[in-house]
């Protein structure tokens, strides 16, 4: 069955440090989304890209982040300098389409350790 | 945008009987709502899927209800075994069905 790979599974770095974490979705998926679980709380949306491009970002999004698709297989979240509180379980997610199959299929997290 | 309540205490029920978890939202009815199972440390695992025009959805021994009036989707777990033990995710989509809003989620536990 496809499912969304992740990597690494965990990261630990320190703080003011970049970090860029993979995702290869489903092959024949469109819509591709990151979201972050804080130890304890929700899981909480990020971004959602479609069509090469951001389609809709949360205030978290700030510009310390950003998302790439670069080969048309991977999608990858990078946080440019990394803070104490971006310690989270970070999921990559991906859905057919919208509407009919809206289901999201998510990937096993990469978990960062910020310090 | 919409604010989704689950009852954040765990709910602990003995293996056979039926879980009955609540999701509540607040603003605008969506077309649909999603449950999503997490165990620890991992991902959300998509469940059931229902429409505003259903009032229920079976899956095996799930059952979803959806009541656009109350506002109010009932997830239940009959004949639960301790394995259904894990937090169970209350989706909705947002404004312009791009993104999944989920709830804080109710822990399961199935006792032997």
């Known amino acids: 069955e496809p499912e969304v790979t992740q990597t690494p599974s965990h990261q630990v770095t320190q703080m003011g440090q970049e970090v860029i974490l993979r995702c290869v979705p489903i092959?024949?998926?469109?819509?591709f989304y990151w979201y972050r679980q804080i130890l304890g709380q929700k899981v909480e949306f990020l971004v959602s890209f479609y069509n090469n491009e951001i389609s809709e970002k949360s205030e978290i999004f700030d510009d310390q982040f950003s998302v790439e698709r670069p080969d048309g297989s991977n999608f990858t979240l990078k946080i440019r300098s990394t803070k104490l509180e971006d310690s989270a379980m970070y999921f990559c997610?991906?859905?057919?389409?919208?509407?009919?199959?809206?289901?999201?299929?998510f990937g096993e997290g990469s978990r960062l350790t910020v310090l | 945008s919409q604010k989704i309540e689950q009852n954040s205490e765990a709910l602990n029920i003995q293996e056979g009987k039926t879980a009955t978890l609540t999701c509540n939202y607040t603003?605008?009815?969506?077309?649909?709502l999603q449950w999503y199972r997490q165990d620890p440390g991992r991902g959300p695992v998509f469940l059931l899927l229902?429409?505003?025009?259903?009032k229920e959805k079976r899956k095996e021994r799930l059952k979803v209800t959806f009541d656009t009036t109350l506002k109010q989707s009932l997830f239940h777990i009959t004949a639960s075994q301790p394995a259904d033990s894990a937090t169970y995710l209350c989706a909705l989509p947002d404004t312009g069905f791009q993104k999944l809003v989920f709830g804080t989620g109710t822990r399961l536990l199935v006792s032997p």
């Open positions: 997610a991906s859905r057919k389409g919208q509407g009919a199959s809206g289901e999201l299929f």
């Open positions: 603003n605008y009815s969506p077309a649909y």
């Open positions: 229902i429409r505003e025009n259903e």
């Open positions: 092959s024949n998926h469109l819509y």
